[in-house]
């Protein structure tokens, strides 16, 4: 069976392309499914449904929160069902002042700073080894949520 990930994510417009290009790559090349959140719903309960049913086939979330992302309540709300379904939680913040929501709810999130690559792999290699997951599959979530800030990196003027 597939090891599958709930992404939830906080980016700058245009980045979004990234968290699918992620997860394409992901699925394609080492077989693990992913479930991108969606940022144009709207509350109901059929959505929140559809929401909770979606983290709750996932074996863990991977939370992407950067600084000019605009979805940070998205990444709170997901996170929230996520703890108490008691899923794993990988979340990945960039350095801020507006942590604050995030880290209460995360209090183990790992805080990067993107233009401190060493920091940001070291931390982002540790988080992941503490899923109960294949190594394969370990090393290439790394690899590609390593890719993923790279492009957000280097995208940024």
């Not at 979330?61 to 309540?73: F, K, Q, R, W």
């Not at 790992?110 to 982002?124: K, M, N, R, W, Y």
Request: proline share 3%; with cysteine; aromatic share 6%.
């Amino acid at each position: 069976m597939a090891y599958t990930v709930f992404v939830s994510h906080s980016v700058a417009w245009g980045d979004e392309l990234l968290m699918a290009q992620m997860c394409g790559q992901l699925k394609q090349n080492h077989g693990v499914e992913c479930h991108i959140s969606l940022r144009n719903w709207k509350v109901g309960p059929s959505v929140i449904d559809e929401l909770e049913n979606a983290i709750m086939s996932a074996d863990c979330v991977l939370a992407i929160v950067m600084n000019d992302g605009t979805a940070a309540s998205y990444v709170n709300q997901e996170l929230g069902i996520a703890r108490t379904r008691s899923k794993p939680v990988i979340a990945i913040a960039e350095s801020s002042a507006h942590l604050t929501p995030l880290l209460e709810r995360i209090p183990d999130a790992l805080v990067i700073e993107l233009d401190s690559p060493a920091q940001c792999a070291t931390g982002l290699f540790s988080c992941l080894s503490t899923l109960k997951a294949e190594r394969s599959v370990i090393i290439a979530l790394f690899w590609a949520v390593t890719a993923t800030l790279g492009e957000i990196f280097v995208s940024r003027k």
